[in-house]
Antibody, heavy 121, light 109 residues
Framework: QVQLQEAGPGLVKPSQTLSLTCTVS??????????WSWIRQHPGKGLEWIGY???????YYNPSHKSRVSISVETSKNQFSLKVRSVTAADTAIYYC?????????????WGPGSLVTVSS | EIVMTQSPATLSVSPGERATLSCRAS??????LAWYQHKPGQAPRLLIY???TRAAGIPTRFSGSGSGTEFTLTISSLQSEDFALYYC???????????FGGGTKVEIK
């Protein structure tokens, strides 16, 4: 079965770039059929979709994040990545990667366990 | 953006009792609605998609209903492992603009 695991620094300084990688096991991103997603959860708050990418590199982003966010894929490593530029304390959150499924890639299954990123000097 | 509102924020239920969680969309999402269970420190788990279809491996005590703007997740007889946070999420638009509700915490009464 497919499993996802986030990895990246737990602490990022304000104005710097947050970088996270999601490694997929038990299935190949290159097989197609799914979009690969990033979702975050601010402390004590709900979930927020950031965006997702297809193995071909096609991306869709939440319009709220489009200006500072980029998602990329590295099929040779079966990984996809998130970069958030010019971070502030408001980017402190648990970041999840997940596979988007369904006819319109609208919902998520499975998810990774999450990676807490704190923005602080 | 479609805003999803869940109620109540917290639901106190005794084991073995029924739990009914509500989710409302700010505009119609047809049946493009999913539910997730989330326990602290764990990955969220897909329970329901298409408003009422259980995901693989989900017990039959979980059921979803509704369409348009009003949706319900029912847990027919709460087990100890069901005490968790529950989120709804809509996926009605293309290009995608996927949004989640604020969550309902189901706690032991």
């Amino acid at each position: 079965q497919v499993q996802l695991q986030e990895a990246g620094p737990g602490l990022v300084k304000p104005s710097q770039t947050l970088s996270l990688t999601c490694t997929v096991s038990g299935g190949s991103i290159s097989s197609g059929g799914y979009y690969w997603s990033w979702i975050r959860q601010h402390p004590g708050k709900g979930l927020e979709w950031i965006g997702y990418i297809y193995y071909s590199g096609n991306t869709y982003y939440n319009p709220s994040h489009k200006s500072r966010v980029s998602i990329s894929v590295e099929t040779s490593k079966n990984q996809f990545s998130l970069k958030v530029r010019s971070v502030t304390a408001a980017d402190t959150a648990i970041y999840y990667c997940a596979r988007a499924v369904g006819n319109s890639w609208g919902y998520f299954d499975p998810w990774g366990p999450g990676s807490l990123v704190t923005v602080s000097s | 953006e479609i805003v999803m509102t869940q109620s109540p924020a917290t639901l106190s239920v005794s084991p073995g009792e029924r739990a009914t969680l509500s989710c409302r969309a700010s505009q119609s999402v047809s049946r493009d609605l999913a539910w997730y269970q989330h326990k602290p420190g764990q990955a969220p788990r897909l329970l329901i998609y298409g408003a009422s279809t259980r995901a693989a491996g989900i017990p039959t005590r979980f059921s979803g209903s509704g369409s348009g703007t009003e949706f319900t997740l029912t847990i027919s007889s709460l087990q100890s492992e069901d005490f968790a946070l529950y989120y709804c999420q809509q996926y009605n638009k293309w290009p995608p603009s996927l949004t989640f509700g604020g969550g309902t915490k189901v706690e032991i009464k």
